[in-house]
């Protein structure tokens, strides 16, 4: 079935450390996407990146960047530098082509919650 | 801004009342999603509609109805309220309601069953 680990419940660093939150998934398809989301203390959630499963390559946006790994199931998030402003909760979540394919619906985790202490 | 908009941002009711949460999507998309976020179930998918037709259900419960309407703007109407159906209720959109298109949430809908 499929499922979206993150066994990382609370990370609490103090600012410009990096940090890498981790990402564990379940899916029987071979077609299918993973995300990461961001939901700050104001509750809103924020798309952060897609990934598709034929895309291992990995990705790098300002400060941050994510390493997918098909042969492990793993998809992680790493803040480099990190900032107060990225204390917030944050998701990873899973669609499936086959399973969900014409639907679409995300399969997410349950959360890190970053606290970037200054 | 994620150009999903959702009304009302908060909302205190009480038990065995009815509300509706209102949603308008990203212009251009045509697929509608509702989740609720509790603490105890996290994230979790409602229901999903397609251009005005539902097409896939999550863990609604039967008290809970949704619909998009002709112009794509969606309701989700929650009924006979429990104190357990407080949470954080969002509605996200895509372009076609497919597994590859990124979903975009609204900034949610807090509501309170006091």
């Known amino acids: 079935a499929q499922k979206v680990t993150q066994a990382q419940t609370e990370i609490s660093v103090v600012e410009k450390e990096d940090v890498t939150l981790d990402c564990v998934y379940e899916?029987?398809?071979?077609?299918?996407?993973l995300f990461w989301y961001k939901q700050p203390p104001s509750g809103e959630l924020v798309f952060l990146i897609r990934?598709?499963?034929?895309?291992?390559q990995n990705e790098i946006s300002g400060r941050y960047s994510w390493n997918f790994q098909k042969s492990t199931s793993s998809f992680n998030f790493t803040i480099t530098a990190s900032q107060v402003v990225d204390s917030a909760v944050y998701f990873c979540?899973?669609?499936?082509?086959?399973?969900?394919?014409?639907?679409?619906?995300?399969?997410f985790g349950k959360g890190t919650k970053l606290s970037v202490k200054p | 801004d994620s150009g999903v908009t959702q009304t009302p941002k908060h909302l205190i009711t009480a038990t065995g009342q009815r509300v509706t949460l209102r949603c308008s999507p990203r212009?251009?998309?045509?697929?509608v999603y509702w989740y609720q976020q509790s603490l105890d179930q996290g994230l979790q998918f409602l229901i999903q509609?397609?251009?005005?037709?539902?097409?896939a259900k999550g863990n609604i419960l039967e008290r809970f109805s949704a619909q998009q309407f002709p112009d794509l703007h969606s309701e989700l109407n929650l009924s006979s309220l429990e104190l357990g159906d407080s949470a954080l209720y969002f509605c996200?959109?895509?372009?076609?309601?497919?597994?590859?298109?990124?979903?975009?949430f609204g900034e949610g809908s807090w509501l309170t069953v006091v």
């Open positions: 996200a959109s895509s372009v076609e309601g497919q597994a590859r298109n990124t979903i975009y």
């Open positions: 899916t029987r398809d071979t077609t299918y996407y």
């Open positions: 990934r598709n499963s034929f895309d291992e």
């Open positions: 979540a899973l669609s499936e082509e086959a399973y969900g394919g014409s639907q679409g619906n995300l399969i």
């Open positions: 212009s251009g998309d045509l697929s």
């Open positions: 509609y397609y251009n005005g037709e539902e097409r």
